[in-house]
């Protein structure tokens, strides 16, 4: 039976539209693809700008901070490096807002909170730092020695830890477990960790300074000076050398060179609670009371939360009153 000719013309294939018909969609199409690919373009150049202008304010932060040193190392017995408003500022007000997702942001912000006793602020910095990048090993060291310098508490060797199974060579994380082993008594167990620090960077003066405080811990005075004295030629402008040669002096009834160490040490860094400390316990200890207490009382100032200055000063101030 024969189709009608609507039966036909219902079945006839559509018509084919020619590429002129379609040109004004696929330029529109690829005119939107372009913009996209813009925007998204400019969007990274955006961001890799405002990390740029970031990372340089997070650079003249540190350059204040570390006095200038190109490289610092990061010292269990130096918590603070040289902080003041310009550093609050550069981190806080500048690259803060311009990068919050920076995890050297949050790093440099913990130093410079510890650097002026908010330990637990900083504490709280360097862990966002960890949460930003979990394989910040600088950060997870820093965190550690903060959590033990908060009241004198033990718990940051698990940081240290992590870090040594993650990455075997950092120097800092060695010393800082020696520092915690000395801190208990097990001087062996420091030796043998500065001894593998020492393998892996031979010119580490932190390294150097901590065998000092070993040989120091074994009453070994003059192997003790002459480590204090090789970081000092690593590390010119580095306090605790003379801090070290200090105490050393003190083992040895040397009372007037000490005290010119420490004076060092602080002209080299105002900010050294440890040398100021170390200074209040010389004066202490030759019975210069009045020097005594106005340094114990500057160093209250300087780290509020010092419970051995406090206890110092609460020791001296009974014994003036009884005096009295």
């Keep these: 039976m024969e189709s009608s000719p609507s039966q036909a013309a219902s079945q006839a294939p559509p018509p084919r539209h020619a590429l002129k018909d379609w040109l004004p969609i696929i330029i529109s199409v690829l005119a939107l693809a372009l913009s996209l690919l813009s925007f998204i373009q400019s969007r990274k150049n955006s961001e890799a700008t405002r990390r740029s202008t970031a990372n340089q304010h997070l650079a003249e932060a540190w350059s204040i901070m570390s006095g200038g040193r190109a490289v610092v190392e990061i010292d269990?017995?130096?918590?603070r490096?040289?902080?003041?408003?310009?550093v609050r500022s550069l981190i806080?007000?500048?690259?803060?807002?311009?990068?919050?997702?920076?995890?050297?942001?949050?790093?440099?912000?913990?130093?410079?909170?510890?650097?002026?006793?908010?330990?637990?602020d900083a504490i709280k910095a360097y862990r966002e730092a960890i949460r930003l990048n979990p394989n910040y090993s600088d950060a997870y060291v820093r965190l550690g020695l903060a959590i033990e310098a908060q009241a004198k508490q033990f718990g940051g060797s698990k940081y240290f830890d992590k870090v040594i199974t993650v990455e075997p060579r950092h120097v800092a994380a060695h010393i800082a477990l020696a520092w915690m082993d000395l801190r208990t008594g097990d001087d062996i167990g420091a030796q043998n960790k500065l001894q593998k620090a020492l393998e892996i960077e031979p010119r580490s003066a932190a390294a150097h300074v901590m065998l000092g405080y070993v040989y120091l811990d074994r009453e070994n005075a003059s192997a003790a000076r002459e480590s204090f004295l090789y970081a000092s030629d690593l590390e010119p402008t580095l306090d605790t050398p003379y801090i070290g040669l200090a105490l050393s002096s003190m083992t040895q009834g040397n009372f007037s060179e000490a005290e010119s160490f420490l004076t060092t040490a602080i002209k080299l860094d105002p900010w050294s609670v440890q040398a100021k400390y170390t200074l209040a316990a010389l004066y202490n200890k030759n019975q210069r009371v009045q020097e005594a207490t106005t340094a114990y009382r500057g160093v209250i100032r300087m780290d509020p939360a010092n419970y051995e200055a406090h206890n110092e000063l609460a020791i001296l101030t009974s014994v003036r009153l009884e005096v009295e």
């Design 92 to 120: 806080e007000n500048q690259a803060l807002p311009l990068d919050p997702s920076n995890p050297l942001v949050y790093h440099h912000l913990g130093v410079y909170l510890q650097s002026v006793g908010r330990v637990e």
């Design 76 to 79: 269990p017995l130096k918590f």
């Design 81 to 86: 490096l040289v902080a003041n408003d310009k």
